[in-house]
């Protein structure tokens, strides 16, 4: 069982930045891929940016590549993610996810990761 505990989300103008953070329990952190995903009001949940168990590949959506960088300390058990010249589009709850245990590579659909946070409000005001 890992739980995840999402932090950072709050209120910004846009061209602001964010670093949201991540914190899993247990002592598999490197076991596994994660990933963070994004749902606006009335939208349905999106994928972000996605981190290979030891970081050393990633993969984001369109929308934030460039603006946006994931990563992640295996030591701290923590995933982070960078988050610069933001929108008001880009105003969403932002979920952190970890795929089953031993699923070390990217994925980039909800369906393939195993444990979510409660996620962490992000909003970017005009």
């Known amino acids: 069982q890992v739980q995840l505990v999402e932090s950072g989300g709050g209120l910004v103008q846009a061209g602001g930045s964010l670093r949201l953070s991540c914190a899993a329990s247990g002592r598999t952190f490197s076991s596994y891929a994660m990933g963070w995903f994004r749902q606006a009001p009335g939208k349905e949940r999106e994928f972000v940016a996605t981190?290979?168990?030891?970081?050393?590949?990633?993969y984001y959506a369109d929308s934030v590549k460039g603006r946006f960088t994931i990563s992640r300390r295996n030591a701290e058990n923590t995933m982070y993610l960078q988050m610069n010249s933001l929108t008001p589009e880009d105003t969403a709850v932002y979920y952190c996810?970890?795929?089953?245990?031993?699923?070390?590579?990217?994925?980039?659909?909800?369906?393939?990761?195993?444990?979510w946070g409660q996620g962490t409000q992000v909003t970017v005001s005009s």
């Open positions: 996810a970890a795929r089953r245990l031993g699923h070390r590579e990217i994925a980039t659909t909800p369906p393939n990761y195993l444990y």
């Open positions: 981190i290979n168990w030891s970081g050393s590949s990633t």
